[in-house]
Each structure stands twice: as structure tokens, then as C-alpha cells.
């Protein structure tokens, strides 16, 4: 069934005074993971520890569209790509996904991307609302030279406050 049609029929069951309630879907989640763990424990160890920071923030991000926890996870995934292709290459066994958790540079690397998405998601929209400020400010100062120059070609008085 569609999902519009999912949701006028639920909200056509649904109790008077109560809203409808959205299915989760986290069960399926929790179902996929245990059978990937289940499959290939090599690659889901490494992936469950290169990408932690990730996942902790997507337990503790209660924003709506989780925006924090998909940035980390999304650098995390960057950074964790390259050992997972070589533990995939050696194998994808059990042993050499331990070996790839041992070297603090793979798991420095997975974690310092994570934290570089963190602080992306901190600092874009400041950096964004200061650009946005600049680029205003330039923009009211061409604005207000133009209409000094037309004041001036049309020989009218300044107004109050000008300056």
C-alpha cells in the first residue's frame, strides 16, 4: 500500500483525539545488522568500530533528521572506506579485521573524520551566516555609493542620517 494511503487509512482507524502514530522501522535495522554480523563478523566488527563515534551520535542526536549523526557517519564512511576494501581483499576474516582494529592509524583516521564532520556540522552554519553577512553588507555599501551618485546627478539634498 502506498504510504499516503497508508496514512489516510491509519488515520481513519486511529482513535478520536489521538494522532497517528508513524510505524518504526528499527526493527528491520536491528534485523539486517545482526544478519550482516551474522555473515561476515570481519567486516562488521571493523565497520562497528570505525564508524562508533557515528553511531553514538546517532543514538544521542534528537534533531529532527538526526543532521549531526549524518555528518559524522558520512566523514566516518569516507575515512573507513579504504580499510574496509583492504580487509575485503585480505579475506574479509575475522583476524585481519582485529589486525586493521589494532593499527591506531586506521582507527585515528576513522575518528578524526567523524569529529571533522562534527565540527562541520558545528561550524557551517556559522561560517555560512558570516559569508551571508559579508556579501549583504558589500551589497548595501554599492547600493548606498549608487544613490549617493544619482542624490549628486539629480541635484537632490541627502536625507537625514546620511552620511
Not at 87 to 94: F, K, M, N, R, T
Request: proline fraction near 9%; charge should be neutral.
Amino acid at each position: 500500500m502506498p504510504r499516503p494511503a497508508r496514512a489516510a487509512a491509519s488515520m481513519r482507524t486511529a482513535k478520536p483525539g489521538k494522532a497517528p502514530q508513524e510505524r518504526s522501522y528499527a526493527w528491520v535495522q536491528g534485523l539486517l545488522c545482526g544478519v550482516a554480523a551474522t555473515l561476515a563478523p570481519g567486516p562488521a566488527l571493523l565497520a562497528g568500530l570505525l564508524l562508533a563515534p557515528g553511531l553514538a551520535c546517532l543514538l544521542l542526536d534528537q534533531a529532527p533528521g538526526k543532521p549531526m549523526a549524518r555528518a559524522v557517519l558520512l566523514c566516518g564512511l569516507a575515512a573507513a572506506m579504504p580499510p574496509l576494501s583492504a580487509l575485503w581483499h585480505d579475506g574479509a576474516g575475522l583476524a585481519p579485521a582485529i589486525a586493521l582494529t589494532g593499527d591506531p592509524a586506521v582507527l585515528g583516521t576513522a575518528w578524526l573524520a567523524g569529529a571533522g564532520g562534527w565540527l562541520l556540522n558545528e561550524f557551517a552554519p556559522l561560517l555560512l551566516r558570516l559569508a551571508l553577512d559579508a556579501l549583504a553588507a558589500a551589497h548595501a555599501g554599492r547600493l548606498k555609493a549608487e544613490r549617493a551618485r544619482l542624490a549628486e546627478a539629480w541635484d537632490l539634498a541627502p536625507e537625514e542620517g546620511e552620511g
